[in-house]
């Protein structure tokens, strides 16, 4: 079993920054893939980005490239999403997530951080 817990989120004006931090534990993670999802109401939740715990793969959603960036600490088995230049439209519920490289889709979830982003 693997636990993700998120912590990072809050409110902040258009152009701030926040970095949101998932502590994973339960599980050695070498051999996974760590990824931020968000929701914002009404919609659906995407993959903003993603990460492999043992190479430095990253993916981005079009929407954030440039802007978040995606990093992992294996020592402390933490992953990071550092979020510049916010904007409104970045308001949403954020999610921390572990999949197995076998698995097609992500099986493990964190509580969720809300990020406000006010213009």
């Known amino acids: 079993q693997v636990q993700l817990v998120e912590s990072g989120g809050g409110l902040v004006q258009a152009g701030d920054s926040l970095r949101l931090s998932c502590i994973a534990s339960?599980?050695?993670?070498?051999?996974?893939?760590m990824g931020w999802f968000r929701q914002a109401p009404g919609q659906e939740r995407e993959l903003v980005a993603a990460?492999?715990?043992?190479?430095?793969?990253?993916y981005y959603a079009d929407s954030v490239k440039g802007r978040f960036t995606i990093s992992k600490s294996n020592a402390k088995n933490t992953v990071a999403l550092q979020m510049n230049s916010l904007k409104p439209e970045d308001t949403a519920v954020y999610y921390c997530?572990?999949?197995?490289?076998?698995?097609?889709?992500?099986?493990?979830w964190g509580q969720g951080t809300q990020v406000t982003v006010s213009s």
């Open positions: 339960g599980r050695t993670f070498l051999t996974y893939r």
């Open positions: 997530a572990a999949r197995r490289v076998s698995s097609s889709s992500y099986e493990w």
């Open positions: 990460i492999s715990w043992d190479e430095d793969i990253t």
